[in-house]
């Protein structure tokens, strides 16, 4: 059995709603235990998780319970989904504007499994022309939706911290020396902004910046 088997049983012996539960401020139950105890099954912490260390080329085995065990999943289980996904092929939109993941059954399909747009090797110079396009138009759409929702998070000040990190690629000290402040309150900042963006965005409007600025 290969790791994506692996994953795939992981994630169905769960609920969506059991994983989803869990919020972004969620502590560990198990963070205080000694590694005497956390190496000893208990019939409450029957869930273990194997941690490698690669220095060493050792892997220690702990028990923990079910809530620790999601939340150390959790983001392993959502980056696997992604990346899944993204391996998925484009196909057209129903509205026939722009391209969408198809989800049908892979094995049950003849073509090449790249994730790229199906047949691009038949597609003439003018389906090329109106694929960037279309490309362009949506990357603009999503870099002008996400510069919104900063704008109306931020003040006049901390938006152009924000401009100056990510538009113009200065550092957080080239930006310290501009505010007069430390590079270290520059960098709070910053990951502050960041964080509420992440928090006010839906998932589709997530998605959709992520799929199209990445182009």
Aim: glycine share 4%; charged share 40%; aromatic share 10%.
């Amino acid at each position: 059995m290969n790791i994506d088997d692996n994953i795939k049983l992981e994630i169905d012996a769960f609920s969506d709603e059991e994983v989803e539960a869990l919020d972004g401020n969620e502590k560990f139950h198990c963070s205080n235990l000694t590694d005497v105890e956390l190496q000893t099954k208990t019939d409450e912490r029957c869930y273990y998780i194997e941690l490698k260390d690669e220095y060493f080329n050792k892997t220690t085995t702990i028990y923990v319970d079910k809530h620790d065990y999601l939340l150390y999943k959790r983001p392993i289980w959502r980056e696997w989904k992604k990346f899944q996904l993204e391996k998925r092929c484009l196909i057209r939109a129903k509205n026939g504007i722009g391209y969408k993941r198809c989800m049908d059954d892979c094995s049950k399909c003849e073509k090449p499994k790249n994730g790229e747009p199906l047949l691009l090797d038949n597609l003439t110079k003018e389906d090329m022309k109106k694929l960037e396009v279309e490309n362009n138009i949506y990357r603009n759409i999503a870099e002008k939706l996400l510069w919104n929702k900063v704008e109306g998070l931020t003040t006049l000040e901390q938006f152009e911290k924000i401009r100056l990190y990510f538009k113009e690629n200065k550092t957080y000290a080239q930006i310290g020396e501009v505010f007069g402040v430390s590079h270290k309150a520059i960098e709070k900042t910053i990951k502050n902004i960041i964080s509420k963006l992440k928090e006010s965005l839906t998932k589709e409007d997530l998605d959709f910046i992520r799929a199209n600025l990445k182009k």
